[in-house]
């Protein structure tokens, strides 16, 4: 986690994945109720910060930006979906994505509202340029995770993947 800071407010950026836990997503999307059989996918962005605070100026066309998406809400009667939960990785297409419905969100990690405060605290967002932003373990030139959400219906979802769950490659030995 990264903190930007101003005179009247502190904002804690996600640069790891298990920083966006089930419980923050829960907070975050409690207040919007769903018809059964649609969930919340939070779009979750990995970007570069120095990248991204360029970017609230220059309009970089070249910038690298990894999408994830996650479960972020699932209806009341999601017991019927199995193995389906709040944080897991899923497996949708690029089209069932695109054609969901945006919600919009007011979190301080969407894209949009990142891009104000960094356009409203110019020194800020030049500490972010210069890669003088450092996280808790120190490193200069971090990953942020910034997030967008859409509904879908949950008829959509090709598969979830837990966050705790470890790929392991029959093919690869490590020596």
Not at 25 to 42: E, H, S, T, W
Request: glycine share 4%.
């Amino acid at each position: 986690m990264i903190k930007l800071r101003n005179e009247s407010v502190e904002i804690s950026v996600p640069t790891k994945l298990e920083e966006i836990t089930k419980e923050k997503l829960n907070q975050i999307f409690d207040v919007i109720n769903l018809p059964d059989n649609y969930c919340i996918v939070a779009i979750l962005q990995k970007v570069k910060l120095s990248q991204f605070a360029m970017m609230t100026v220059s309009k970089a066309k070249e910038t690298l930006v990894y999408t994830i998406p996650i479960i972020g809400k699932l209806p009341a009667s999601h017991s019927y979906y199995g193995k389906i939960d709040v944080g897991n990785k899923v497996i949708i297409t690029r089209t069932s994505l695109e054609m969901g419905t945006a919600v919009s969100m007011s979190t301080a990690i969407s894209s949009g509202n990142l891009n104000k405060f960094l356009n409203d605290n110019e020194s800020i967002r030049q500490k972010c340029f210069k890669k003088e932003v450092k996280d808790e373990d120190g490193n200069d030139d971090v990953w942020i995770y910034l997030m967008e959400a859409k509904i879908i219906p949950i008829c959509d979802i090709r598969g979830t993947i837990s966050q705790d769950s470890k790929f392991i490659d029959p093919f690869k030995i490590e020596l």
